[in-house]
């Protein structure tokens, strides 16, 4: 769901329930960003949010691309209100692929014997 601005997705309190969507909105020229995403799923009727989401971020990228709404390449910042930073680039190739990426922390390491 696009709303009218990086601010109001910002101020956005779900409440409890089954909430699963994701919301976007535009920050104005010269902001920290192009986009502040947020993206919410459901745990046991309790509503969550995912600091940093690939796949909605690809699904969203391809909405807003192809409705022209947006140009690549641009950035998306996601995990604002949780105190996270994760910074998301948005970029197309010539075939018109889009892609999604961004750097990652690893928080945890190992291995698995089997």
Known sequence: MLLSSAD???NVRPGP????VGIAGKYPAGGPA???VRAFFPVDGVTRE???TGSFNASL???LLG?????????VRQGTVLGRRGQV???QDATGQVWVGGSAVTCVAGTVEL
Do not use: C, K, M, N
Not at 17 to 20: A, F, N, Q, T, V
């Open 8 to 10: 109001a997705v910002l």
């Open 17 to 20: 329930g089954d909430l699963d």
């Open 34 to 36: 192009d986009f502040e």
């Open 50 to 52: 995912d600091p940093v």
């Open 61 to 63: 990228a391809q909405w």
């Open 67 to 75: 409705s022209g709404l947006a140009q690549a390449p641009y950035l």
């Open 89 to 91: 680039r948005i970029t």
